[in-house]
């Protein structure tokens, strides 16, 4: 069995992280594109620097929004 240090478990870990946020990133993504067309792609880059919490946030909203400015509202 290979021994793993600390820093690289972690370094591991950082990377499913982002691994996860991506994936959860391109289903939003989709998700924006069936429901308001080509207006998705305006928001790419904002969801691709998007932390966990506004992913959830805008993953939640979507199901209900009227348009996709209602997703992304403050």
Do not use: C, H, P
Request: hydrophobic share 45%; glycine share 6%.
């Amino acid at each position: 069995m290979t021994y793993i240090s600390i820093i690289e478990r972690q370094g591991i870990q950082k990377g499913l992280e982002q691994g996860i946020e991506q994936g959860r990133a391109a289903t939003l993504y989709k998700l924006l594109k069936l429901k308001f067309g080509d207006a998705a792609a305006d928001y790419e880059q904002r969801l691709l620097q998007a932390n966990a919490a506004e992913l959830n946030l805008w993953t939640e909203r979507v199901l209900f929004a009227e348009t996709i400015d209602a997703v992304f509202a403050e």
